[in-house]
């Protein structure tokens, strides 16, 4: 009996595993025969292969065929459509761009605040296209609106469609809209759609500056059908420097709102890779079954009663969909759990129960394997990627073999807990072994409510395993299926946790899956401390952690499905009429090798880096090359007037072919006292100097669409010398008919992050000179028709 009830425990703690990944979202994508008033991902996947056909960076000509494809969309179903327009400058880094939005609007029945529903629809600046960042977004809302319009609803409030523009960039399609749109002023609330991957279940993220607990009670009675959120991701979020279209919101207008974002694939985020075939069809109808509901209650609500100034710990279970209480419950229960702890403790050692020695060799074993599995999971990575160098190509930190490695990396940490636990298999051992998991668990508990509260939840499976805890002291032959149901909500809690953290930060998290797989065996021991068989066991978790190491190291290698991330520039120096082949690569591959060879030289040796990446990853390797006749832009000045002080500036940089940027360099201890571009003004400090980064060379970094120009005015004191560095950018290596660059082999793609596939040319520049070159001409011109014929 007792080897058939652990048998059954063992599969009903499988069971709930595996229901607790299981129950995170929808099982399939719905067809298109279901009803007219719900969400069908198969209807959605209609406009989003139009949407993907191509990569449609800002800037790119499918990039305004996407945006008049989205306009006719929102036109078919109704809505009023206009498209937004004009120049942004983000003084703080240099930005300039000028985002064109597609904003539409379906008019409500009230006057309330409006609800925006919002995504953005230009692709990475890297050949990417886009189908889950965002055309998932981009689908999700028109088919939400066409089955909320199939219901024949009519909203109070109006709803906005804003399908940003710039997202990729800086944000600052949102920027423009909330700053200059006649319609922002009236928003009360905003749902927001991103990705970071293409798969996985989506996950509810608040951006407020206030208290959470209208929007929890909000989200939980719209009820939406698979709610994936925690206050600790909300917490985590909120220290970190991330940024949606909702920040936008947040910081300039204190809009509040939720964002839905999966993660999971992220390997295929900003690559190639991030395909209309990619993209999870289970994840995306999961977007939808978010939007609908929620699109049905906020058009109704009163959007101008969600701010609040309480927070409030939440966190998604299965069958209840989601749990939630004020953080001003986080105190008293944590204070309950200690009482009924140091209780539990005292009765079970008065009675006999629990013995001293055993609670000593509980902590030992307990704590050792955690310092041991964490020492593992931290430099267990570090060795691997000198093992398999091939990794760092990849600038994602979550690998394409990256699940195996969760896998191997959690099996591999159970192996070493059985073997620990092996020698202790009687009530009266499990129940002094205990003590020590929950006393850290308490102790954790107690960090997180001083410095993490939205992590709270934490303490509801450590109730349970105290109930494991009595049920152990008081009975001499407990049942080991209650016992595994007692554990249910801590498998349902951090089981998901396990997986998501090197997910959502990365392969090298893994220290953190394995921390908490030691932490979450602690609250299973009223269960395997009766397990007889905990060798055995062992061996099969470390068997089986085998595997996964085996199907990883498999899969280490590059291939047609997962590509090995490359790069290639031609970088032209016009000042000295010089031209090299760059890359970021560490490791070349065959195709860049025919550019930079066998042995090329470090590109630090050579040149300043003109482009660094996202990362702060500099070049790699140069090889100089042939000099190539690309038009270089040309420079028109419009203004030049000296008063007692001051020399004012204003000149045109005209581009001679198709650049997609443009970066501005100057000295950075130049003060300006006056600064424009495109008519857009930097700002002053009190003395009248412009702000910009005095550590930092770049000017402006300027994102061309429609063929601009780049019109500079400027003020300096009358006696400052100026020079100017551009650098043209066009992303058209593979393209351009001055090169003949094959195509990449299948193994390879582009590599994101960066200015990739790209023809740069850096020429430096001064009005004086030109002035000066403008009178020698008219002075050549002049002598020689004084000439005697």
């Known amino acids: 009996m007792k080897r058939i009830s652990a048998l059954l425990s063992s599969f009903l703690?499988?069971?709930?595993?595996?229901?607790?990944?299981?129950?995170?979202?929808?099982?399939?994508?719905?067809?298109?025969?279901?009803?007219?008033?719900?969400?069908?991902?198969?209807?959605?996947?209609?406009?989003?292969?139009?949407?993907?056909?191509?990569?449609?960076?800002?800037?790119?000509?499918?990039?305004?065929?996407?945006?008049?494809?989205?306009?006719?969309?929102?036109?078919?179903?109704?809505?009023?459509?206009?498209?937004?327009?004009?120049?942004?400058?983000?003084?703080?880094?240099?930005?300039?761009?000028?985002?064109?939005?597609?904003?539409?609007?379906?008019?409500?029945?009230?006057?309330?605040?409006?609800?925006?529903?919002?995504?953005?629809?230009?692709?990475a600046l890297v050949p990417s296209f886009g189908a889950s960042d965002a055309g998932s977004g981009l689908v999700t809302i028109l088919e939400s609106l066409r089955a909320y319009k199939a219901s024949g609803e009519i909203p109070k409030n109006d709803i906005i469609i804003l399908f940003s523009d710039t997202e990729e960039i800086n944000l600052d399609g949102a920027n423009l809209f909330v700053s200059e749109h006649r319609w922002a002023k009236n928003v009360g609330f905003v749902i927001n759609f991103e990705a970071r991957g293409s798969g996985g279940p989506s996950v509810m993220i608040l951006e407020s500056n206030h208290g959470n607990a209208n929007l929890i009670n909000a989200f939980i009675e719209a009820n939406p059908q698979y709610p994936v959120a925690s206050s600790l991701m909300y917490s985590v979020y909120k220290m970190l420097p991330n940024s949606t279209d909702s920040t936008i919101f947040k910081e300039k207008s204190d809009i509040d709102s939720f964002f839905f974002a999966f993660i999971d694939d992220h390997f295929d985020y900003h690559t190639a890779n991030d395909t209309f075939e990619n993209l999870d069809r289970n994840t995306l109808q999961h977007q939808g079954s978010y939007l609908l509901p929620l699109l049905h209650y906020f058009a109704n609500a009163d959007l101008s009663k969600l701010k609040a100034e309480e927070d409030y710990v939440y966190v998604n279970f299965p069958f209840i969909k989601m749990i939630s209480y004020p953080f001003s419950w986080i105190l008293p229960m944590l204070i309950i759990a200690l009482i009924l702890f140091i209780g539990l403790v005292f009765f079970g050692i008065s009675t006999r129960k629990l013995i001293g020695r055993k609670i000593l060799k509980g902590f030992v074993s307990f704590f050792l394997p955690?310092?041991?599995?964490?020492?593992?999971?931290?430099?267990?990575?570090?060795?691997?990627?000198?093992?398999?160098?091939?990794?760092?190509?990849?600038?994602?930190?979550?690998?394409y073999n990256g699940h195996s490695y969760i896998a191997f990396f959690v099996l591999l940490t159970l192996s070493i807990l059985f073997a620990f636990y092996r020698k202790y298999n009687k009530r009266v051992h499990t129940a002094s072994l205990l003590v020590a998991p929950l006393f850290l668990w308490l102790v954790i508990n107690t960090v997180v409510f001083i410095y993490l509260k939205g992590a709270a939840f934490f303490i509801i499976p450590v109730f349970f395993g105290l109930l494991s805890f009595w049920i152990l002291l008081i009975k001499e032959k407990p049942n080991l299926l209650l016992l595994a149901f007692l554990a249910a909500p801590a498998i349902f809690i951090f089981s998901p946790l396990i997986q998501f953290f090197p997910v959502a930060l990365g392969s090298h998290m893994v220290v953190i899956s394995c921390v908490f797989t030691v932490l979450l065996f602690g609250l299973l021991l009223p269960v395997f401390g009766f397990y007889r068989k905990k060798g055995f066991l062992s061996v099969v978790c470390f068997l089986a952690a085998l595997g996964f190491f085996i199907k990883a190291h498999l899969n280490s290698d590059f291939s047609e499905t997962q590509q090995k991330p490359n790069s290639l520039v031609f970088y032209q120096d016009e000042d000295t009429r010089q031209a090299y082949w760059l890359t970021y690569d560490k490791i070349l591959d065959d195709w860049t090798r025919n550019y930079l060879g066998k042995n090329p030289e470090r590109a630090s040796k050579i040149m300043d880096n003109a482009s660094p990446s996202k990362y702060n990853s500099q070049f790699t390797y140069a090889a100089e090359t042939s000099v190539k006749p690309v038009p270089v832009f040309e420079i028109h000045l419009k203004k030049d007037t000296i008063s007692e002080e001051n020399r004012t500036v204003t000149f045109t940089l005209i581009p001679k072919r198709k650049v997609n940027q443009i970066n501005l360099y100057v000295n950075p201890k130049i003060e300006f006292t006056s600064l424009k571009f495109n008519g857009k003004s930097f700002p002053k400090n009190v003395n009248g100097i412009v702000k910009r980064n005095q550590n930092n060379n770049l000017l402006l970094r300027y994102y061309v669409i429609d063929q601009d120009s780049l019109e500079v005015s400027y003020a300096v004191a009358k006696n400052t010398f100026v020079k100017f560095k551009a650098i043209e950018y066009s992303y058209d290596l593979l393209d351009n008919s001055l090169f003949t660059i094959p195509e990449r082999p299948k193994n390879t793609m582009t590599k994101p992050f960066i200015v990739n596939d790209a023809v740069i040319i850096k020429k430096s520049f001064t009005i004086e000179k030109m002035i000066k070159a403008k009178k020698d001409t008219l002075l050549n011109f002049n002598d020689a028709n004084l000439r005697p014929q």
């Open 370 to 399: 955690l310092i041991i599995c964490g020492i593992l999971g931290y430099f267990g990575w570090i060795l691997l990627l000198k093992i398999y160098p091939q990794y760092n190509e990849i600038q994602h930190e979550f690998k």
């Open 13 to 123: 703690i499988l069971g709930l595993i595996f229901y607790s990944f299981y129950s995170l979202m929808p099982l399939k994508g719905e067809p298109a025969s279901i009803p007219k008033t719900q969400f069908s991902a198969e209807r959605a996947l209609i406009p989003l292969k139009e949407i993907s056909k191509k990569p449609h960076y800002f800037g790119s000509e499918a990039h305004e065929t996407v945006r008049e494809y989205l306009v006719s969309q929102l036109k078919d179903l109704g809505l009023e459509v206009e498209v937004q327009q004009g120049f942004v400058l983000d003084p703080k880094i240099g930005n300039l761009d000028k985002p064109k939005n597609i904003v539409a609007r379906l008019k409500g029945s009230g006057n309330g605040k409006s609800l925006v529903l919002l995504t953005h629809y230009d692709s």
